[in-house]
């Protein structure tokens, strides 16, 4: 039983990362193939139209430089399966740089960790979403530890003209191995550049 429970143990804190990063492999692979395939748009980058993909596939790259999250692979969904490939986009929310909230959870301790480090962002850091026709630059303005269920994290904010605002919502468990709570990061988007239609190595 000892010897199991230790299988156990490593397999959930090194064999889940093995099975990611071969899935982000895969994914940064795929969105290659469609950002080549057509050129980013020119014009205004704000005026991007958003794009759409079916669950489980590759919809941006993320970096968070503070907590050294480099190119990971943003998946539509963020169902079991689609947590196991990377950081998941929340369906219910905006697309990247759209006038709302852009909602990302991820793994924190299993699966390639992407958020193991999310704890140490704090008011001022940025976060970049990369996509064919745009980057966004958030900047981050808050965080909070909140219950699994009070979902309004992810609602979307306005300013104070009424209108919505660009924003982003980053959630994990909290604390780390355990799922009792959910650290919550928020930011707003604070500059937009045209995209190269590269995706990083």
Request: include cysteine.
């Amino acid at each position: 039983m000892g010897s199991f429970v230790l299988y156990f143990l490593v397999y959930q804190l090194v064999g889940t990362n093995a099975v990611t990063n071969a899935g982000q492999s895969d994914l940064r692979n795929e969105l290659q193939r469609e950002w080549s395939a057509q050129p980013a748009p020119r014009g205004d980058p704000k005026r991007a139209a958003p794009r759409k993909v079916a669950r489980g596939k590759a919809l941006a790259v993320l970096d968070i430089p503070k907590i050294r999250l480099d190119n990971k692979v943003v998946v539509e969904g963020v169902g079991r399966e689609e947590l196991r490939k990377g950081p998941g986009h929340v369906p219910s929310t905006v697309s990247p740089g759209q006038p709302g909230t852009f909602g990302v959870s991820g793994h924190r301790t299993t699966y390639g960790a992407p958020f193991y480090r999310l704890d140490e962002l704090a008011r001022g850091d940025t976060i970049t979403v990369v996509t064919r026709a745009a980057i966004y630059t958030y900047t981050v303005t808050r965080t909070a530890i909140v219950r699994p269920v009070d979902t309004q994290v992810l609602d979307n904010v306005r300013g104070p003209n009424g209108k919505l605002k660009p924003t982003i919502t980053l959630t994990t468990c909290h604390p780390r191995y355990s799922a009792r709570q959910r650290l919550v990061i928020f930011g707003d988007l604070s500059f937009t550049s045209a995209g190269t239609g590269k995706v990083a190595a």
